[in-house]
């Protein structure tokens, strides 16, 4: 079955750039029926939507992220990526990849989840 | 302090029944029936066993239920078992096209 699985480093300094990537196993990211979004959770926190990007390239997000962020699709890797600029404290989170159908409004496959915290 | 509120925490014996609450604003759950509800056992992937209010995807136990009422939604258990035990989280569709999330609720089973 399709699964998700989000991978990057797990210690990004202050200002630095966090780049995560999503992979997608049993299943094309090449697919026009999903939009594959980013989700991120603050310790202690509940959960934030972060943005969503379809197979196109066109991509859609939270305004209060949309100056630092940037989300692409590798096909030819089965992969989405998330890069996040500038990054202070308060970007340390658990960071989703998860799926959600074209016509849809709920998010019917999620990956584990990665821990990424923001320190020097 | 995220956008639906939802409690802490919630907890049942065995067999007993619980409900969860999430309450938003008339942008988001008074505004839209695109509430969905998320299992999450620490360490795994998050599941999805509730979407648009109260539609439950195949394969989830019909012993989960939900339903709303103006801005609030609500998630009930029933014949609550040790596997239950979990973080649940309450999302729903929101104005800007975005999404909003609650804080999620531990449930516990005693």
């Known amino acids: 079955q399709v699964q998700l699985q989000e991978s990057g480093p797990g210690l990004v300094e202050p200002s630095q750039t966090l780049s995560l990537t999503c992979t997608v196993s049993g299943g094309s990211i090449g697919n026009d029926d999903y939009y594959w979004t980013w989700i991120r959770q603050p310790p202690g926190k509940g959960l934030v939507w972060i943005g969503y990007?379809?197979?196109?390239?066109?991509?859609y997000s939270q305004s209060s992220l949309r100056s630092r962020l940037t989300m692409s699709v590798d096909a030819s890797k089965n992969q989405v990526s998330l890069k996040l600029s500038s990054v202070t404290v308060a970007d340390t989170a658990v960071y989703y990849c998860?799926?959600?159908?074209?016509?849809?409004?709920?998010?019917?496959?999620w990956g584990r989840g990665t821990l990424v915290t923001v320190s020097s | 302090q995220s956008a639906l509120t939802q409690p802490a925490s919630v907890s049942g014996s065995p067999g007993q029944s619980i409900t969860i609450s999430c309450t938003g604003t008339s942008g988001d759950v008074g505004a839209y029936n695109f509430v969905s509800w998320y299992q999450h056992h620490p360490g795994k992937a998050p599941k999805l066993i509730i979407c648009d209010v109260s539609s439950r995807p195949s394969g989830v136990s019909n012993r989960f239920s939900g339903s709303k009422s103006g801005n609030t939604a609500s998630l009930a258990i029933s014949g609550l078992q040790a596997e239950d035990e979990a973080d649940y989280y309450c999302s729903s569709y929101a104005t800007s096209s975005t999404w909003v999330f609650g804080g999620g609720t531990k449930v516990t089973v005693l």
């Open positions: 990007i379809f197979y196109s390239g066109s991509t």
């Open positions: 998860a799926r959600i159908g074209r016509w849809e409004y709920e998010f019917d496959l």
